[in-house]
């Protein structure tokens, strides 16, 4: 049994995965590329780097309006991250898994945990998150 | 949260398919953000109308489909493309039809043509205090921020659903307390000439988006001189490199008359200063290209104003566009039409710069294109312009541009932030 985080439910849903983090904020339109789930923006820390499948965790959104159609599309094409993990989330990020859920029958689930807890997330590491539950159990 | 009966009965599809999915994905964020209850708008601002991927247009078809109408006056932001000139734009006519369809959905469900990301120009307008819905992150910040209009940052497909609708979650920015600012973003050192310099407004906006990340902040030390054109620039860079809705200038913006006035008469949990150095910066931050083969000069990131337009006559008067560059405007239809009754739009006509409407330029045709690299004075512009068109860009202010293109040569002046 690895370490249990305590975390807030943003969009409910379970899910497991290889973290992908950042401390940088994400735009995902200006900043992912919709048809490979690669980060696209040049000044990103995780440039290149993809959130397929990934349990993305980054502090909070940024940008641009049109993330949402961007998670929508990911999800679409098989691309999106299989959880997001933030500090705080925004409208703009929460609304692509919600619309998902009800236009694709597909959950991306959304947890927030707080700063403290959420520096503890490393790339690489494997992460099980509930988020219906609010929380997350980090592999060793 | 609470709903009402009428709320409810939409919810059970009593209103059609298109309302309970509509009012569905609005009850669950709401639900998520811990709203108490719905609360009616007056108009929408839909961000979702540009042809990128397929899913927005499944999402926009299958709502037109199921025979979905807007319940309140609803704008739209651009298409992609110029929907009237597409071919002049080169835009693929294997590609044009889906454009053409997702504009359709849009105005089966009634919403009004206004094509246009700076939707506060013209068209359908809120007054100060106004419980609206608007997408488009720069159009976003400047509603709440210069008009005092009250929005969240609403999502492309929210967005189409609070029109429908006609109503959003009561969470937010609709409320006045979570309007007070929390960050002081102090000017020092900065001289007035600085201020004279257009393209300040852009570089400060996306200097104080990065400061200001997801909280309200406040700007002391802008000038109260400054102009619809440049509060436009700044809230556009400031919402690309931020979260930011809601952005108090001091002494301009409606809610910020005075410090106390934006912080409720309490104090600043941060303060930051911001120094000329960091502005020239976060300038070098910006350029991602090389400065020696610039082939499209691109303008109109928010969408041009009549004010910019004459702006650009002045620069280009008794010039002309270099034959080794492309110079491109954006704007809207509306403005389109009263800079050719003012005789502008023949004036740049004869100077060789082109002016499209409807579109957005980091949406451009790119395969019709081969551009090696964007100058633009837009801070907006040049921070998605990679992630978005795969060009290089640089930024600088409208002088340089003009320069560049009269030229062909890339120019920039030293500006007087620069370090010595």
Same mark, same amino acid.
């Given at each position: 049994m690895g370490k249990k985080l305590k975390g807030c439910c943003v969009v409910p849903g379970t899910a497991s995965g290889e973290i992908l983090a950042s401390t940088h904020s994400i735009s995902f339109w200006g900043g992912v590329d919709p048809r490979t789930g690669r980060i696209n923006d040049p000044r990103h820390e995780l440039f290149r780097a993809s959130v397929a499948g990934k349990v993305l965790a980054f502090p909070f959104g940024k940008g641009s309006s049109t993330g949402s159609l961007i998670i929508l599309?990911?999800?679409?094409?098989?691309?999106?991250?299989?959880?997001?993990?933030?500090?705080?989330?925004?409208?703009?990020?929460?609304? *692509?898994?919600?619309?998902?859920?009800?236009?694709?029958?597909?959950?991306?689930?959304?947890?927030?945990?707080?700063?403290?807890?959420?520096?503890?997330?490393?790339? *690489?590491?494997?992460?099980?998150?509930?988020?219906?539950?609010?929380?997350?159990?980090?592999?060793? | 949260m609470h709903l009402t009966d009428e709320e409810k009965l939409i919810l059970d599809g009593n209103k059609g398919e298109a309302a309970r999915l509509a009012m569905s994905i609005l009850a669950d964020l709401g639900e998520l953000f811990g709203a108490e209850s719905m609360m009616p708008v007056s108009q929408v601002h839909i961000d979702a109308t540009l042809y990128m991927v397929d899913a927005g247009l499944e999402f926009a078809e299958k709502l037109a489909r199921l025979g979905a109408r807007v319940n309140v006056p609803t704008s739209l932001n651009p298409s992609a493309i110029d929907l009237v000139r597409w071919k002049d734009m080169k835009v693929p006519p294997a590609i044009f039809p889906k454009h053409q369809r997702l504009a359709e959905a849009y105005l089966k469900m009634q919403a009004t043509p206004t094509w246009t990301c700076a939707p506060y120009q013209q068209g359908i307008i809120p007054r100060f205090g106004e419980q609206i819905a608007w997408g488009e992150s720069n159009a976003i910040a400047f509603a709440n921020s210069v008009i005092g209009a009250r929005t969240n940052r609403y999502a492309d497909l929210?967005?189409?659903?609070?029109?429908?609708?006609?109503?959003? @979650?009561?969470?937010?920015?609709?409320?006045?307390?979570?309007?007070?600012?929390?960050?002081?973003?102090?000017?020092?050192?900065?001289?007035?000439?600085?201020?004279?310099?257009?393209?300040? +407004?852009?570089?400060?906006?996306?200097?104080?988006?990065?400061?200001?990340?997801? $909280?309200?902040?406040?700007?002391?030390?802008?000038?109260?001189?400054?102009?619809?054109?440049?509060?436009?620039?700044?809230?556009?860079?400031?919402? !690309?490199?931020?979260?930011?809705?809601?952005?108090?200038?001091?002494?301009?913006?409606?809610?910020?008359?005075?410090?106390?006035?934006?912080?409720?008469?309490?104090?600043?949990?941060?303060?930051?200063?911001?120094?000329?150095?960091?502005?020239?910066?976060?300038?070098?931050?910006?350029?991602? *290209?090389?400065?020696?083969?610039?082939?499209?000069?691109?303008?109109?990131? @928010?969408? +041009?104003?009549?004010?910019?337009?004459?702006?650009?006559?002045?620069?280009?008067?008794?010039?002309?566009?270099?034959?080794?560059?492309?110079?491109?405007?954006?704007?809207?239809?509306?403005?389109?039409?009263?800079?050719?009754?003012?005789?502008?739009?023949? $004036?740049?006509?004869?100077?060789?710069?082109?002016?499209?409407?409807? *579109?957005?330029?980091?949406?451009? @045709?790119?395969?019709?294109?081969?551009?090696?690299?964007?100058?633009?004075?837009?801070?907006?512009?040049?921070?998605?312009?990679?992630?978005?068109?795969?060009?290089?860009?640089?930024?600088?202010?409208?002088?340089?541009?003009?320069?560049?293109?009269? !030229?062909?040569?890339?120019?920039?002046?030293?500006?007087?932030?620069?370090?010595?």
């Open positions: 599309e990911l999800v679409r094409v098989g691309k999106a991250p299989s959880a997001i993990v933030n500090v705080r989330t925004e409208p703009i990020l929460a609304t *692509g898994p919600v619309v998902s859920k009800y236009f694709y029958g597909k959950d991306v689930p959304i947890i927030t945990l707080d700063e403290n807890a959420f520096v503890l997330l490393k790339t *690489g590491q494997f992460a099980t998150i509930n988020a219906t539950e609010g929380y997350i159990i980090l592999e060793n | 929210m967005d189409i659903c609070a029109a429908i609708v006609g109503k959003v @979650p009561k969470f937010g920015l609709h409320l006045t307390r979570n309007r007070v600012a929390k960050v002081l973003i102090e000017l020092e050192g900065f001289t007035s000439s600085m201020f004279q310099n257009d393209a300040i +407004y852009p570089l400060l906006g996306y200097l104080v988006g990065e400061i200001a990340g997801d $909280q309200v902040a406040a700007v002391s030390g802008i000038p109260s001189l400054v102009t619809f054109d440049n509060l436009k620039g700044f809230f556009a860079g400031a919402a !690309s490199s931020g979260a930011v809705g809601l952005c108090h200038l001091i002494g301009i913006t409606p809610e910020a008359q005075t410090q106390e006035m934006c912080f409720h008469g309490g104090r600043p949990k941060k303060t930051v200063q911001v120094t000329p150095e960091m502005i020239a910066d976060s300038e070098r931050g910006l350029q991602t *290209g090389k400065s020696g083969n610039i082939d499209w000069i691109t303008t109109g990131c @928010p969408h +041009y104003s009549p004010a910019e337009f004459m702006r650009l006559a002045q620069l280009m008067n008794g010039k002309k566009v270099n034959s080794s560059v492309a110079f491109w405007v954006y704007t809207s239809r509306s403005v389109y039409a009263w800079m050719q009754g003012s005789g502008i739009l023949g $004036q740049l006509d004869d100077a060789g710069v082109t002016v499209f409407t409807d *579109g957005c330029p980091l949406q451009y @045709p790119r395969e019709s294109w081969n551009f090696r690299a964007a100058m633009t004075d837009s801070t907006k512009f040049a921070n998605y312009c990679y992630s978005q068109t795969g060009l290089p860009a640089a930024f600088g202010s409208l002088e340089d541009c003009v320069d560049t293109a009269v !030229s062909g040569k890339f120019h920039r002046r030293r500006s007087p932030w620069a370090k010595s």
